[in-house]
């Protein structure tokens, strides 16, 4: 016999396993059973194999659920959506025909009847004239001197004079325009001669005249120059001087002439740019036509 719980060989009799420990439970020799043979008789089947069987059998599929189908347009509201595009475009139809018939009340009643203007007639070309173009108005001139002493041009209005100090051979002559202020700032031109000698040359002449101011060491002249100059198309010695109590400047042109004489021109007044101290550019030893 064996331990029932290390199967170590136990001695007979034996009470406690000499291995383990563990009391030796006697066997009990088992009742032989006899069984009489059931003839077709079916096998019992216990509960729990029932609800065995009952509960590993497989579980139908439950049944699937249907969506509720989807709303889908029908022929009828098709058909409303139609009408209601057609009573749109009837009333807008009707609306422009109402406010058309309204305008053109408006227009053929409460509106003032305004006439209709007439075309202008189309102006009749004429020939026209060919125009001959005015000549300026030639400025007025006087012409004066003599064939001694050379001529001049003078514009406007001159009045002959004789100035104070002045040589008996010359002429004088006072724009009338400033005759008033004759005794201090008119515009007055000389012409006059002087006899040219082989020691009184015109350069001399105005060297002298030029010199006189300085030996007379006369304050009031000043700006005083000598210079070569052409006038018209003769040679000439300019001398310039301005008087300070009067401000007024005196320019005299000196010339030599085939005649043998020294020709002078003079001209004075108040403002070196006027066109007065250019008469002298008019000179000519023959007279001016």
């Known amino acids: 016999m064996n331990c029932k719980n290390c199967n170590s060989l136990l001695a007979e009799g034996a009470t406690f396993c000499p291995n383990c420990g563990q009391p030796v439970v006697a066997e009990t020799p088992a009742t032989p059973v006899t069984t009489e043979p059931v003839v077709n008789a079916e096998p019992e089947v216990l509960e729990t194999e029932k609800v065995v069987s009952e509960v590993t059998q497989p579980i139908p599929d439950p049944t699937p659920i249907q969506p509720a189908p989807a709303y889908t347009s029908t022929g009828t509201t098709e058909q409303k959506k139609s009408s209601n595009v057609g009573l749109i475009v ?144 003769y040679d000439a010695y300019k001398l310039s001087t301005q008087y300070r109590s009067d401000n007024v400047w005196v320019i005299t042109w000196y010339l030599d002439g085939a005649d043998g004489l020294v020709h002078i021109i003079q001209v004075e007044g108040l403002d070196l740019t006027n066109d007065n101290f250019k008469i002298p550019e008019t000179f000519s030893f023959t007279e001016i036509k």
């Open 90 to 233: 009837v009333i807008i139809i009707l609306s422009l025909l109402v406010l058309g018939l309204g305008g053109f009340i408006a227009y053929k009643f409460l509106l003032p009847n305004t006439p209709t203007p007439e075309p202008e007639p189309e102006p009749i070309s004429t020939p026209t004239t060919p125009t001959t173009p005015t000549a300026p108005e030639e400025k007025e001139y006087m012409v004066v001197g003599n064939s001694t002493l050379g001529y001049l041009k003078l514009p406007g209005k001159w009045t002959a004079a004789k100035v104070p100090g002045a040589a008996e051979t010359a002429l004088q002559y006072v724009d009338d325009s400033t005759v008033a202020n004759t005794a201090k700032g008119a515009y007055i031109v000389t012409l006059n001669v002087w006899k040219e000698t082989p020691d009184a040359t015109t350069a001399k002449y105005a060297a002298d005249q030029e010199a006189s101011y300085y030996s007379a060491n006369d304050p009031d002249a000043t700006n005083i120059q000598v210079e070569l100059v052409k006038l018209g198309s």
